[in-house]
Nanobody
Framework: QVQLVESGGGLVQAGGSLRLSCAASGSAFLLMRLNSMGWHRQGPGKQRELVAV???????NYPDSVKGRFTISRDNAKNTVYLQMNSLKPEDTGVYYCRYSGYGTYWGQGTQVTVSS
């Protein structure tokens, strides 16, 4: 099992910034077999969508909607992945989930991000 705990969400005005953290713990066997970790979000009445992914070799990818504003990074020593979100927009509002993919897929419980206009 892999446990993922997100933190850092909150209420911010449009144009502001937030940094989300996702701390992974659990089976060392699974953590060593990480393929990628990602951040997804689910806005009100919307489907869950990918907003950032980082692979085991450090490659990153973002959809056009957040490219240039969001940055995913990781600290391998702490088994933690971060999502730096700048120039936030009201449409970025939603619950942000951390995902581990490797030997199985695991999700965190989510953290709420609300961007006011």
């Amino acid at each position: 099992q892999v446990q993922l705990v997100e933190s850092g969400g909150g209420l911010v005005q449009a144009g502001g910034s937030l940094r989300l953290s996702c701390a992974a713990s659990g089976s060392a066997f699974l953590l060593m077999r990480l393929n990628s970790m990602g951040w997804h979000r689910q806005g009100p009445g919307k489907q869950r969508e990918l907003v950032a992914v980082i692979t085991s070799d450090g490659s990153t990818n973002y959809p056009d909607s957040v490219k240039g504003r969001f940055t995913i990074s990781r600290d391998n020593a702490k088994n933690t992945v971060y999502l730096q979100m700048n120039s936030l927009k009201p449409e970025d509002t939603g619950v942000y989930y951390c995902r581990y993919s490797g030997y199985g897929t695991y999700w965190g419980q989510g953290t709420q991000v609300t961007v006011s206009s």
